[in-house]
């Protein structure tokens, strides 16, 4: 009887992990303890030691509906690692006794063929639990006398291993029981429990989120979408997921009228490029904007700018690294989505809207990112959706109303910008197509300042690192808080004049808007320079950048020929895609790798597949240990800089102190005793 051609993959894949572990531990346990590797075994684990593409090959022939069709999508690359993991695979063969013959043992016994028809099947694709299963499961879990997780998730993976239940998934559905239980309740008063314990689940999240992301690319595409394409689609996904007939939503017009809304389907239109602007529709369109300022009386303080970029925040600055198929440095695609808003005299910056993979990424530690200071949000792409836009527009509108403000919102015709219905104190107004690039300050140098403030950081962080003794293939790494957070940092160095300039720049305000005080307190740049080149505040920063390439290279961690020029750092082709290039086989397993990731949150430590090996936070005693080297260091350097440090840490032990009392947890004299 021929192997299952996946069984195959498989035994290749852990045959390849087996020869690879040995070298691969004793090299990564080196690294992690600061020790100099040849840069032969840093060659080896960026090749043949860095299995990454082939972990994926066989996750996605495993995940795969048909098996046989799987392997048809794969690109040449991919079929070649195939051939190598079958070989590998189909070369493992079991001890047999020498002879010409091979001997059955003397204990095997044939089964009987009531015992064969038992035989649990072969599944190759992961299968949802339906509600019944839930309530079936968890009843059996509070009815045992352990009540163990592990013990609950053994007894019903041999009964339902189609499930293939794990002790998180268990966790998760206790976390969630009592929305399953009044689920259940309600579908058993509509008298769809019935004796089979089936229910029609009233949503299907995953199947939800895999048709937004679908729209959303779908909308940047410039594809027609209708209700009955929703609707199929929405079936595609359905099936790709397994979900039962009876199971299925009835994709009703009030279904369909509601998701619509939701996605922002009342219009869309495509996203131009600036290549194929005219002179003088760029003028147009300036006096068209100056003539709505005006007419509407607008404030400078009024008037805002939001767009959207991407950030690849663990980026090397290296093409070499950039260059490998399979680098060893991790990370350098990593990406977070940043929508930046500002107004138009540069008195006030939003906070920045954060869109990312994960809901609670490693280093998060198990806290929201609300918890943490940011305005975070989540999907499989980290993509910019009409949903989260019109959440965060809404949101803006509520804090509007309550200082009685009205706003004009400038923004460009990106397919995800739908405002919602029911806005009072916010006015959009969307530049027209193909503009964007001469006319939204954004574009004009605010979002590339940003970026270089980012860049100058990462790689002044990256040096010291290197300073601190740490091999030069792990200078780069960084975790997804310590980015945003250095973000943040550079978000905050986008100062005033640099935010006006860009404004006055674009041509778009009208000369009566600048009153006398305004124009005292705005530097005197002459405008005709501003129109001409970029301004010299991002040119500044730019220079920050290049300053810390030099001192890469000074140590000779950089070479000259690997070093990227900064149009490549700062704006790389794929980083402005805020949609990607994805087929529908790609949402489905995004979305289903963020599902399990999810279930094995409590054993990650967090939902991201991205960020391993996340340090562990520094102890109190710790910290106080090296503020004391800090000060230590600062105590005969004569600099305004070493001052303001030396208030900040002569304060540190208190706020910590007070800290560590507020996160303490109140206790009774009776929880030190136990009941009989």
């Known amino acids: 009887m021929s192997k299952n051609p996946l069984d195959v993959l ?42 990454v593409d082939e972990e994926a090959i066989v996750d996605l022939l495993e995940n795969a509906s048909d098996f046989d069709r799987g392997l048809q999508r794969l690109n040449s ?76 998730a053994a007894h019903w993976d041999k009964i339902y291993p189609n499930l293939q239940i794990k002790q998180p998934l268990i966790s998760a559905w206790l976390n969630e029981e009592e929305k399953w239980r009044a689920q259940w309740a309600e579908a058993g008063s509509k008298g769809q429990a019935g004796s089979s314990k089936r229910a029609k689940q009233v949503e299907h999240p995953a199947v939800n989120e895999m048709l937004e992301l679908w729209v959303t690319k779908a909308m940047s595409d410039g594809v027609y979408v209708n209700g009955e394409v929703l609707r199929q689609q929405w079936t595609r996904f ?97 990406r977070l989505t940043y929508a930046l808003t500002a107004n138009a005299d540069g008195s006030e910056k939003l906070v920045p809207f954060i869109i990312g993979k994960a809901a609670k990424p490693r280093a998060f530690q198990k806290q929201t990112g609300a918890q943490l200071g940011f305005y975070y949000r989540n999907n499989v792409k980290a993509w910019m959706t009409a949903k989260l836009y019109q959440e965060w527009l809404l949101d803006w509108d509520r804090k509007l109303q309550q200082q009685n403000r009205h706003i004009l919102l400038l923004q460009d015709n990106f397919s995800a910008h739908i405002p919602p219905e029911g806005l009072k104190n916010i006015r959009v107004e969307n530049f027209k197509a193909n503009l964007t690039a001469h006319v939204q300050p954004n574009d004009a140098g605010i979002i590339r300042c940003f970026k270089a403030h980012y860049r100058s950081k990462f790689i002044s962080r990256a040096i010291d690192r290197y300073d601190n003794d740490l091999p030069p293939a792990i200078i780069y790494e960084i975790d997804q808080l310590e980015a945003m957070h250095l973000a943040d940092i550079a978000w905050r160095e986008v100062d005033t004049t640099t935010i006006r300039n860009c404004w006055r720049k674009t041509g778009i305000l009208p000369d009566t808007i600048f009153n006398a005080s305004e124009a005292d307190s705005t530097p005197s740049i002459p405008i005709a320079s501003l129109l001409n080149s970029k301004p010299v505040d991002v040119a500044r920063a730019e220079k920050d950048v290049c300053d810390s390439l030099d001192q890469l290279e000074q140590r000779g961690v950089l070479q000259s020929r690997n070093r990227m020029n900064i149009e490549e750092l700062l704006s790389p082709v794929s980083e402005q895609e805020l949609v990607g290039d994805i087929s529908e086989e790609d949402i489905f397993r995004a979305v289903q790798d963020a599902r399990q990731a999810e279930q094995m949150m409590e054993i990650n430590g967090g939902d991201d597949g991205d960020d391993e090996g996340v340090d562990e936070k520094p102890t109190r005693k710790d910290a106080l240990t090296a503020a004391f080297t800090l000060q230590r260091y600062i105590a005969d350097l004569n600099e305004p800089f070493a001052r303001k440090l030396e208030g900040i840490l002569a304060s540190f032990g208190r706020q910590t102190r007070l800290e560590a009392s507020r996160a303490m947890e109140p206790t009774h004299i009776t929880d030190y005793f136990t009941r009989k």
Not at 238 to 257: C, V
Request: with cysteine.
């Open 10 to 51: 498989k035994a290749g894949l852990a045959k390849l992990k087996k020869h690879t572990k040995a070298r691969k531990d004793d090299l990564l346990a080196r690294l992690r303890k600061q020790e100099k590797i040849s840069s032969a075994d840093e060659r080896w684990l960026d090749t043949d030691g860095n299995l």
């Open 77 to 152: 690359q991919q079929k070649s690692l195939v051939e190598k993991l079958k070989e590998l695979g189909s070369s493992i063969k079991k001890a047999t006794v020498p002879g010409n013959k091979r001997k059955r043992p003397a204990e095997h016994k044939q089964k009987p063929q009531a015992e064969k028809q038992k035989a649990q099947p072969v599944f190759t694709k992961k299968e949802n639990a339906t509600l019944a299963q839930r309530i079936e499961i968890l009843d059996w879990h509070h009815a045992s006398a352990a009540k163990n997780q592990t013990k609950t």
């Open 238 to 334: 359905a099936d790709m997921e397994g979900i039962p007939d009876d199971e299925r939503l009835n994709l009703s017009e009030g279904w369909l009228t509601k998701f619509k809304r939701r996605c922002g389907l009342q219009e869309f239109r495509r996203h131009g490029e600036a290549g194929s602007a005219d002179p003088a529709d760029v003028e147009r369109e300036r006096e068209r904007l100056r003539e709505l300022i005006a007419k509407y009386g607008y404030r400078l303080k009024d008037i805002f700018n939001m767009d959207e970029t991407g950030l690849f925040y663990a980026m090397p600055p290296d093409r070499g690294l950039m260059d490998k198929p399979t680098s060893g440095v991790k990370g350098n695609k990593k």
